[in-house]
């Protein structure tokens, strides 16, 4: 009966030479990965720079904005603030013209009705006049 505790049988070494033969077509194909992993490499820390220099490019170029539209809100806010001030010396002149225009013609409503009552006493005082230079019939009735 044999041993079931046996190991089971593994094949001999293969020989020096064998190893030998394996291993040479290893060595280019290592050295190809090697140079391989070394461009990719390369062109991540390209990338990687070209990243970094997007992003600085970028920054700036936001600064810039920033900068200017700062400029164009201060600038209009000036703008603006002018334009309110004016508009307000505006509306408080055309308010003063329009009080003088509403005195002016009040004035000139009164001038026209006292010279309208002037005017009014002077002809029932020429009518006066008028009607007692007018010959008179023997009643008393003025001629026409």
């Known amino acids: 009966m044999e041993n ?8 001999p070494p293969a020989p ?3 190893k030998k033969e394996n291993l040479t077509p290893i060595s280019p194909k290592i050295a190809e990965l090697t140079e391989s ?12 720079q ?16 920033r900068d200017e539209l ?15 001030t004016e508009f307000q010396e505006l509306r408080t002149t055309l308010q003063q013209q329009q009080e ?3 005195a002016s013609l009040r004035n000139l409503g009164d001038d026209l009705g006292e010279r309208k009552d002037a005017e009014a ?17 023997d009643t008393g009735k003025e001629f026409h």
């Open 121 to 137: 006493a002077k002809n029932i005082d020429s009518n006066k006049e008028i009607s007692e230079d007018l010959p008179k019939d």
């Open 70 to 84: 700062t400029g164009l809100k201060k600038s209009l806010n000036t703008e603006v603030e002018q334009l309110r």
């Open 4 to 11: 079931s505790n046996s190991t089971p049988s593994v094949p």
């Open 16 to 18: 020096l030479s064998a």
């Open 100 to 102: 003088d225009v509403t």
């Open 37 to 48: 992993r070394q461009e990719l490499l390369n062109r991540i820390q390209n990338l990687k």
């Open 50 to 65: 070209d990243l970094q220099n997007w992003r600085t490019k970028l920054d700036t170029q936001v600064k810039v904005y």
